[in-house]
T-cell receptor
Framework: KQEVTQIPAALSVPEGENLVLNCSFTDSAIYNLQWFRQDPGKGLTSLLLIQSSQREQTSGRLNASLDKSSGRSTLYIAASQPGDSATYLCAVRDGGGTSYGKLTFGQGTILTVHP | DTGVSQDPRHKITKRGQNVTFRCDPISEHNRLYWYRQTLGQGPEFLTYFQNEAQLEKSRLLSDRFSAERPKGSFSTLEIQRTEQGDSAMYLC?????????????FGPGTRLLVL
């Protein structure tokens, strides 16, 4: 059974800092990995999707890396802003033949960027 | 708005009552997922539809839960004889089979509170 863990559970940083969020998963046979953002009381917004064959993806100030063999992914946020404050969720889609695409999520990292 | 929509956004009910939630996926998305998210946790998979067929159900989906997707369009999730432990955010997501890496797009969720 796939298990996803995110570290740290919470992070508070001053505006302008570069930061790294960590995600680990137990079964390396994944199809892809997604990073999501969730604002309080809201649904999920997809930030980046990394295919199992890729090593990283970039979008603006966000960069996500994937090391499938070690079961790890990191989300790097450059020059953090107060508007980045949210919960960041990592989710993996297993690559098994019977997988219908369901995602297994970590518990999230609560990020607070203060001015 | 062409995103995933859910109705209602909030529901307060008394223990023992039945509730029904609706999800309208993105048009032409043939895959539809339901997830449940409790406070401080990541979403957990409940069930999956491909068109109108329910192909996978989690063990979390007890006999009191039933989901349908008539005609492969919108979906409903019904909870019978609600319990306080059912209080959670219920999230719906959709994707299109074969489209890219099948990014899942999430709705805003229905927050259920059982008193």
């Amino acid at each position: 059974k796939q298990e996803v863990t995110q570290i740290p559970a919470a992070l508070s940083v001053p505006e302008g800092e570069n930061l790294v969020l960590n995600c680990s998963f137990t079964d390396s046979a994944i199809y892809n990995l997604q990073w999501f953002r969730q604002d309080p009381g809201k649904g999920l917004t997809s930030l980046l999707l990394i295919q199992s064959s890729q090593r990283e993806q970039t979008s603006g100030r966000l960069n996500a890396s994937l090391d499938k063999s070690s079961g790890r992914s990191t989300l790097y946020i450059a020059a953090s802003q107060p508007g980045d404050s949210a919960t960041y969720l990592c989710a993996v889609r297993d690559g098994g033949g019977t997988s219908y695409g369901k995602l297994t999520f970590g518990q999230g990292t609560i990020l607070t960027v203060h001015p | 708005d062409t995103g995933v929509s859910q109705d209602p956004r909030h529901k307060i009910t008394k223990r023992g009552q039945n509730v029904t939630f609706r999800c309208d996926p993105i048009s032409e998305h043939n895959r539809l997922y339901w997830y449940r998210q409790t406070l401080g946790q990541g979403p957990e998979f409940l069930t999956y539809f491909q068109n109108e067929a329910q192909l996978e159900k989690s063990r979390l989906l007890s006999d009191r839960f039933s989901a349908e997707r008539p005609k492969g369009s919108f979906s409903t999730l019904e909870i019978q004889r609600t319990e306080q432990g059912d209080s959670a955010m219920y999230l719906c997501a959709s994707s299109r089979r074969g489209e890219g890496q099948e990014t899942q797009y999430f709705g805003p969720g229905t927050r259920l509170l059982v008193l």
